[in-house]
């Protein structure tokens, strides 16, 4: 079955810095890939997804990953990081109606 | 369009009793599948349904049960509450269960079993 290693359970940047959040995949048949984030007391909101058509996917609040199959891995960036992306995002890999998340990495913005 | 609802938000029940959690997906999804997320474990999927159909199903015991209605909105039953059962239950529906099409999210119905 697919998986998806989420490393670093915490990571923390200072405001305007490079937000980094490493995920790597596991999956024997070519995967669909998502990003997503969540908010305190909310349900998980999607950022990006990945479903072959580009390496480089585009999300919501300045997000971007890039897929990379030779390295299993699907990073989430955002060039500059604003308080406001204090949350816990989770990366997920799917394959037909399976979708499984990573342990989700918490993301703390110092001012 | 409206987004996945979950009732009730919260919820505080006692050892050994019954719970219904309900979802109603986004208008014209066919696809709902149901989350524990917990501190300790993160994110675990307990089941899925297709059009009325279970189509696939966590690693989770037989206390933990779905179902899904013709008009696509789903409810889970869990017997015989344990303290563990304590978790925030998410629900998300999809288009359809490909894989391709993106999971909306609940915001969750909070359990708390005492």
């Known amino acids: 079955a697919q998986s998806v290693t989420q490393l670093g359970s915490h990571v923390s940047v200072s405001e305007g810095a490079l937000v980094l959040l490493r995920c790597n995949y596991s999956s024997s048949v070519p995967p669909y890939l998502f990003w997503y984030v969540q908010y305190p007391n909310q349900g998980l909101q999607l950022l990006l997804k990945?479903?072959?058509?580009?390496?480089l996917v585009k999300g919501i609040n300045g997000f971007e990953a890039e897929f990379k199959k030779s390295e299993t891995s699907f990073h989430l960036t955002k060039p500059s990081a604003h308080m406001s992306d204090a949350a816990e995002y989770f990366c997920?890999?799917?394959?037909?109606?399976?979708?499984?998340f990573g342990a989700g990495t918490r993301l703390t913005v110092k001012p | 369009k409206a987004g996945v609802t979950q009732t009730p938000r919260y919820l505080i029940k006692t050892r050994g009793q019954q719970v219904t959690l309900s979802c109603s997906p986004i208008?014209?999804?066919?696809?709902v599948s149901w989350y524990q997320q917990t501190p300790g474990q993160g994110l675990q999927f307990l089941f899925e349904?297709?059009?009325?159909?279970?189509?696939n199903k966590g690693n989770f015991p037989g206390r933990f049960s779905g179902r899904q209605f013709s008009n696509s909105r789903s409810e889970m039953n869990v017997s015989t509450l344990e303290l563990g059962d304590s978790a925030l239950y998410l629900c998300?529906?999809?288009?359809?269960?490909?894989?391709?099409?993106?999971?909306?999210f609940g915001p969750g119905t909070r359990l708390t079993v005492t």
């Open positions: 997920a890999v799917s394959v037909i109606n399976d979708m499984r």
């Open positions: 208008s014209g999804h066919r696809s």
């Open positions: 990945y479903t072959s058509a580009a390496t």
């Open positions: 349904y297709f059009s009325e159909t279970q189509r």
């Open positions: 998300a529906s999809s288009l359809d269960a490909s894989g391709s099409y993106e999971q909306y």
